[in-house]
Each structure stands twice: as C-alpha cells, then as structure tokens.
C-alpha cells in the first residue's frame, strides 16, 4: 500500500497511541484484579500495589480504590476519544495540505482559505465519492468528541440526532466494534464510556485513514506522484535535503551524482510507493518539477 508521508506519521502516532490506551486498560484491570483479591476490603490500597510506584499517594481502602479503577475506564474514554479524533484531523490537514500542491485536486470552500472546519475536510477528501460507512461514523464520533470539549461530555439533542440518523450499517458497525449500542439514559446526562467505545473510535479513525489513503491514490496522476515522492524523499530528513539537491535541477546532466540522486529516489520509491512502480524517468521529472 502507498503510505505518503502524513499517512505513515499518523499510522506511527495512532500506534504509539492505541498501545498506550491498551497499557492503561491492562495496568487498570491488574490492580483491580489483585484488589479483588485483598483479604480486608479496608485494608489500603497503597499497601497492597506498594510495588507499583505512586500508589502511595492513593491513600483510600481497597474497596474504595476499587471504584476508582472501575470508573477509570469511563475517565479515559473521555480523555482519549478527543486525543483520537484530534489525531485523525491532523491526518486529513496533511492530506489536504498534500494535495493542494497541485491545481483542482482539492476542492476549495467559501471560507477563509486556511481555515478548515473538520466537516469540510473529510468532505473534500472523499474526492466526490458517496460516504462510507466510516465516513458516517466519523461524524459521530466529532460530535462525541465535540460535547466531550464544550458540553461537559453531556448528552445533546445533536448528538442524540447524529446517532439516530445513522445509517443502519453504520450503527452495526459500531456496535460490532464496541459490543454495546451507544448508550445514554437522556439528554443532559453523561452518557455510558469506557473502553469499549475507545476501541470502536480507534477502529473507525484506522478505517477511514485507509479509505482516505485509497482515494488520494486514486486522485493524483503518476507525474503528481513523482512529485509527492521527491517532496517526500526530500523533505523527510537533512540529509535527503542535501542529496536532493546535489545537482541542479533542469542541467541536462547525466552524470554519476545526478545518476545517485535518482537511484536514491528510486530507493525511497521501493520502500513507500512500491506499488506505483515508478520509473526512472517519472521519478527524475517529478525530481526537477519541484526544486
């Protein structure tokens, strides 16, 4: 698969971020377990985890620590589902960011130029195809995520409204990811969070990366492509920087340090484009064209 530069940034990130939200879950779940397992619920909690550090602060009984790691999940849903969203919103201003190097790929709004509102980014990076189910669900979770930041994380009508109006694949989607509908008791009350519903917002976030991935392969032509990788090869460090531009661009020159700069191209090429099978020659235009 082809992984332009914002691609394998957000895939490193949302790794680092889904095992760190795995180690919370599991460091939880174990004291809890060895909590369980105390023989006086009144006994204190900082006492029987003194091996893990900072449990010396957690001056309550084991019962009462109890309930804080029960509640855990549901206070880390509310602090890692907008981290998440934020994530995949940083992937589609890359992608956009990509490809508004070049002329019509984009579709421009009638807003400030610069500015994006998220909806507008994930329209413009369907490229005119009909929504998917990810795309529906990601409309959900912004607006999750959005009552999370400005609503106490409290139940709307908007948010009661984006969840019924989803398409029934959508929903099913979701709840085969999470294993429970999204569920609330009514408006104005926190609805039910916890890992379940982190673990469906991952899977959405990485389902839709992918999708938007497809597409902008899709949208840009092979020459667009060569761009892309040069812009890639020599933007990724200081070092391709200074072999990028080894040899001016446009001199005719045939040259063994002109042949090194794109067999390197070439190199990047193989690694993360294989399947664009670029040549040479596409690799050497798209070289010249942006330097």
């Known amino acids: ?23 919370l879950s599991v460091g939880a779940n174990h004291a809890r377990r060895e909590l369980d397992q105390a023989p006086d619920p009144e006994s204190r909690a900082r006492s029987l985890l003194s091996a893990v550090p900072l449990t010396e602060r957690l001056d309550v009984t084991a019962a009462e620590a109890r309930k804080i790691f029960e509640s855990a999940a549901t206070d880390m849903a509310f602090l890692a589902i907008p981290q998440v ?101 009514k408006v104005d009350v926190l609805p039910t969070l916890g890992w379940p519903e982190v673990m469906a917002t991952l899977a959405v976030t990485k389902e839709s990366a992918h999708e938007i991935n497809a597409r902008v392969r899709s949208a840009l032509s092979r020459g667009q492509w060569a761009q892309v990788i040069a812009r890639d090869y020599r ?38 484009y294989r399947d664009l099978a670029m040549t040479a020659a596409e690799l050497r235009a798209g070289r010249d064209a942006v330097r």
Not at 254 to 270: C, F, I, M, N, S
């Open 1 to 23: 698969m082809i992984q332009y530069r914002a691609f394998r940034t957000w895939q490193a990130m949302q790794k680092r971020s889904n095992n760190s939200i795995l180690a």
């Open 85 to 185: 969203v934020a994530l995949h919103i940083e992937l589609c201003v890359g992608t956009v960011v990509e490809c508004r190097h070049f002329q019509g790929v984009i579709k421009h709004h009638d807003k400030e130029p610069n500015w994006w509102p998220v909806p507008l980014l994930h329209k413009a990076l369907r490229f005119g195809a009909h929504k998917t189910t990810a795309d529906h669900l990601l409309a959900f979770i912004l607006k999750l995520r959005n009552t999370m930041m400005h609503g106490a994380g409290k139940v709307d009508d908007e948010l009661v409204k984006v969840w019924k109006n989803l398409p029934p694949a959508a929903k099913a989607r979701w709840e085969d990811l999470a294993g429970r509908p999204f569920t609330y008791t």
């Open 235 to 272: 933007d990724s460090t200081v070092v391709g920087l200074r072999r990028f531009n080894a040899v001016a661009a446009g001199d005719g020159s045939t040259g063994p340090e002109h042949d090194r700069v794109v067999r390197r191209l070439q190199g990047h090429a193989l690694t993360y």
